[in-house]
């Protein structure tokens, strides 16, 4: 059995991976176990995202594996594990942490509630370069499942603790709360 490499992307990934570890254990045996429903969100972002990392984990210990391989033989090593260049992978990884840091300007200014749907819209007609239909329908799936899922069925009200610097103004001003007309008044209707 050969000894896993390490780089710096590896320890990053195993980094991430042991991250997503202790949020599904301390979910499962930490506070889950005194409430299921405090446990409910941490496992369902925890457990995909530790599939995810695993199989991040295993993609980058390949990667060094051949890029290692590579040099002892002599061979360059100029390509990042997707196959692009590195100059590439670089402007991919500026382009997408401004797509982040966007994210959560917006969620600061407008709150979750609205970001939430307006980003993926944004994402997938910029970012992805769909059609104008892929984009409202993508919008429209986010803001179904955030207010649906989370606010109707399982009852957690992310309006009020996410709400956004410009709708809590709009709110002073106005005098009602602009997140009620984001919401789905006949999800109360249907059992949720």
Known sequence: MSRIPLSPRVAFSAFILAIF???????????GQRSSRAALFPLVIGLPALGLSLI?????IQHTRAQTALRSSGQAVSVTPGGVSERVAKRRTAVILAWIVGFYASIWLFGFMLTAPLATFLYIKVAGKESWRAAIIGGAISWAFFNGIFQRCLRLPLEERLGGAVIERLEELLGFDPNQFLLFPFLDRVGC
């Open 21 to 31: 570890v202790w949020v599904v254990l301390d979910a499962l045996f930490g506070f």
């Open 56 to 60: 991040v984990i295993a993609g980058e």
